[in-house]
């Protein structure tokens, strides 16, 4: 089946500063989603972009179909930025795959 | 409306007891489904309802027993679980199972414990 996997694993930052999430996948799909899982375990929706570049104020993500990527950039990270990040896409047989996310921690 | 609603937002349950999860929306999504996540794992797919039938069951025990009583609800029946299904239980929602083009809806999810 598909493989989706995340880089990196985890992340410590500090405030302000900037940083790019990689989501690689083994074959093409119909849909890819970043996602943001806060400290109470709500699953965000941040992006729907099976292909091309959006942006949302701070965050902005680009997914290049054709190489297999995904790439999710946060620029002046706040604490509450703090949390997982998943990439989620759905393959063939129309079944959402989760990566194992980025854990991020953003401190003061 | 934009949001997928889940209660209780936490649950303590005794392996002898029935209780029920709880999940709505009000978007009109014609598919929902339901998710477990392990603490530091991501999301697994239980179940899947599209137009109100069961499209998919992951090889969930029977234990669990979802029910889609109309295009709006969902709900999971919990009966005689073990303490290794403690768990954050997800709801989500999406316009249509197979479906291309439209992203999923999460609930903020049931914090469940098993003792």
Request: with cysteine; charged share 15%.
């Amino acid at each position: 089946g598909i493989q989706v996997e995340q880089s990196p694993p985890d992340l410590i930052l500090q405030e302000g500063a900037n940083s790019t999430l990689r989501c690689n996948f083994s074959d093409s799909v119909n849909n890819l989603q970043w996602f943001h899982q806060n400290p109470w375990g709500q699953l965000i929706n941040l992006f729907y972009i099976p292909s091309g570049t959006k942006q949302n104020g701070r965050l902005s993500a680009t997914t290049v179909a054709t190489e297999r990527y995904s790439l999710l950039y946060i620029s002046s990270s706040q604490t509450t930025d703090s949390g997982v990040y998943f990439c989620a896409v759905v393959n063939r047989d129309d079944k959402i795959i989760f990566g194992k996310g980025t854990r991020l921690h953003i401190l003061p | 409306d934009t949001e997928v609603t889940q209660t209780p937002k936490h649950l303590v349950m005794g392996m002898t007891n029935k209780k029920s999860l709880k999940c709505e929306q009000h978007m009109g999504h014609r598919a929902m489904y339901w998710y477990k996540q392990k603490a530091k794992k991501p999301p697994e797919l239980m179940f899947v309802y599209s137009y109100e039938k069961l499209s998919i069951n992951e090889s969930v025990p029977s234990r669990f027993s979802p029910e889609c009583p109309n295009s709006s609800l969902l709900n999971l029946h919990l009966h005689a679980l073990q303490p290794e299904d403690s768990a954050l239980y997800l709801c989500a929602s999406s316009q249509g199972y197979r479906v291309s083009g439209y992203g999923y809806t999460f609930g903020s999810g049931t914090r469940l414990t098993v003792v």
